[in-house]
Nanobody, 125 residues
């Protein structure tokens, strides 16, 4: 069982940066795939970034590639999402997710077993 708690959301102007953190409980977290997803008002939840247990394999969608960076510190049971050059369309609730299965490609929302409650990111124009 893994519990995930996100932090670091807030209000930022377009072009600014934020770093989200996801603190995980559970000794096995270092062997889990981890990822970030987001859900904007009135829209479906979408994939933002994913990282393998070792950190060697990473995926992003084109919408955030080059602006967002996912990383993890397994000694601290924490996953990060550094977000730069933020745009108003990045406004959403950001969710951390984890799954015990190996990362083999960009994950689907339905492919992650554990979820945090989310943190709100608002980008003003």
């Amino acid at each position: 069982q893994v519990q995930l708690v996100e932090s670091g959301g807030g209000l930022v102007q377009a072009g600014g940066s934020l770093r989200l953190s996801c603190a995980a409980s559970g000794r096995a977290f270092s062997s889990y795939t981890a990822g970030w997803f987001r859900q904007a008002p009135g829209k479906e939840r979408e994939f933002v970034a994913a990282i393998s247990s070792s950190g060697k394999l990473i995926y992003y969608p084109n919408s955030v590639k080059g602006r967002f960076t996912i990383s993890r510190d397994n000694a601290k049971n924490t996953v990060y999402l550094q977000m730069n050059s933020l745009k108003p369309e990045d406004t959403a609730v950001y969710y951390c997710a984890a799954d015990p299965r190996p990362l083999v490609g960009p994950p689907r929302v339905g492919g992650m077993d554990y979820w945090g409650k989310g943190t709100l990111v608002t980008v003003s124009s």
